[in-house]
């Protein structure tokens, strides 16, 4: 039996870790160890997704949050490197683009460890988001790059990956798998629909997250009064992330929106079902929107997703309102054929496989 350490810490992760315990707990030959660094510690942002989507219990909860990027990345490097010395892993898995990514990263690879990347080769091309920073630097020093797409692929390749001692694959994206596992029970466990007496009415699900929009005023004033705009049309449901809430409270902004708590998985999956289509910051949103065959603005400058773009599934928007509401207006109208195959097939079994054979080996 050999020993893997996965690395979660925020709630893209607890989905895209979801999918692979769930191949790993079929797979007779490798152990997987849990490590929650505790970056998104609310219950509504964390446990929720571990009860709903059954993911194995963290066997360390580090509970490192509220910090500043550089505290945050370093205390999680030292405790990291502390139960991986302990755990004397095969390797170590890593998920995305988040502070635990970079940490879990580092650490094992300073110790000599095989290092697992799943969504590598993703590229924004703008150095200003953390995220940038950490999926750049993980990509660098990981023996395999699990990659969601063709353009991941080719974004490594331009990078000069083909001469770096290294694998790279395409496997699809992982968060594909997730929806098509977890949307077939959703419409059973959610009650979030009636509860917000949407089972008849049109609504556009919104989120808005991402640091570059939510620590810029003048930004994120500009995104909620589009969202505003579009709320005079149709309601608008906006599962409000802790960041989003507390800035928003801070400078006492108020709109004319429905705001709710975050929300778990299946209610997500289901607001997804019914809703119209989708604004959001978020990178999962976007393709959820895609997998649930709805169309999605994208309040941002540029997307890791640029398939969406070019097939016309997705516009990118900024924080421009007027452009907000064009968008939203001309996707009311528009019908698109969403069976298009992006994003692959059977993907967390797949990784599994080249997880398999890189302890192997
Ligand atoms: N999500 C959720 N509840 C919410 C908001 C988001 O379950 O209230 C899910 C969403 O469906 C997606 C993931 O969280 O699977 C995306 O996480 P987030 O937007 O925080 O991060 P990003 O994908 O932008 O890194």
Partial sequence: MKKIVTILGARPQFIKGAVL???????????????HTGQHYDANMSAVFFEEMGIPTPKYHLNINGLSHGAMTGQMLTEIEQVL????????????DTNSTLAGALAAKK??????????????????MPEEINRILTDRISDLLICPTQQAMDNLELEGYGNIENRVVNSGDIMKDAVQYYSRFSAEKSKLIARLGL????????????????????????IFQGLEEIAKKEQVIVPLHPRTKALL??????????????VGYFDMMELLKHCSLVVT?????????????????????????????????????????????????????????????????????????????????
């Fill in 85 to 96: 010395l302990l755990e004397k892993p095969e390797a170590v898995v890593v998920f995305g």
């Fill in 199 to 222: 089972t008849n009415t049109p609504f556009v699900l919104a989120t808005i997250h991402r640091q570059e929009n939510t620590d810029d005023l003048s930004k994120l004033k500009a």
């Fill in 281 to 361: 910051d978020s990178g999962g949103l976007q393709k959820e929107a895609f997998f649930h065959k709805k169309h999605c603005v994208i309040a941002r400058t540029e997307t890791e997703w640029v398939e969406l773009v070019q097939h016309h599934f997705a516009c990118i928007v900024g924080s421009d309102p007027k452009k907000m509401v064009d968008a939203y207006t001309a996707f009311k109208t528009k019908e698109s054929d969403f069976s298009m195959d992006l994003f692959g097939e059977d993907i967390g079994s797949t990784i599994v496989k080249e997880i398999q054979q890189l302890i192997d080996a």
């Fill in 111 to 128: 110790l000599g460890i095989k290092l697992v990347h799943i969504e590598a080769g993703l590229r924004s091309f703008n150095m200003q």
């Fill in 21 to 35: 315990s769930r191949e790993l707990a079929k797979c007779a030959t490798i152990t997987e160890v849990i490590i």
């Fill in 249 to 262: 409270e801070k400078h006492q902004l108020h709109y004319n929106i429905t705001c709710i708590p975050p």
